[in-house]
């Protein structure tokens, strides 16, 4: 897969902007991709120095539309942590 595909977009929530201050951003990422190639990915596009990566998955829920139930959503988050120091100055607004 290609490095700069693997990141989605940044999931800036209320509680994402509260783990910026200790060092750590949130992406919403391909489902398939490894915790290796989101730390490659991060590295590359903004270039820091990735800690660690925890990855979250949230699973779709059932809808109702009409008569008709159907799956909606479902979304695969990782958290990176970046060593002390290094910032990402995507979300801090410069």
């Given at each position: 897969m290609d490095i700069f595909k693997i990141l989605k977009k940044p999931l800036i929530t209320?509680?994402?902007?509260?783990?910026?201050?200790?060092g750590k951003y949130v992406f919403e990422v391909y489902p398939r991709t490894t915790k290796t190639q989101i730390k490659?990915?991060?590295?590359?596009?903004?270039?820091?120095?990735?800690?660690?990566?925890?990855?979250?998955?949230?699973?779709g829920e059932m809808k109702r539309i009409g008569q008709n139930w159907?799956?909606?959503?479902?979304?695969?988050?990782?958290?990176?942590?970046?060593?002390?120091?290094?910032?990402i100055p995507l979300f801090e607004g410069a």
């Open positions: 209320e509680k994402s902007s509260m783990l910026q201050g200790q490659q990915a991060v590295e590359v596009s903004f270039d820091v120095k990735v800690e660690a990566v925890n990855i979250i998955r949230i699973r159907r799956k909606v959503g479902g979304i695969r988050k990782a958290i990176v942590t970046l060593k002390k120091g290094e910032t």
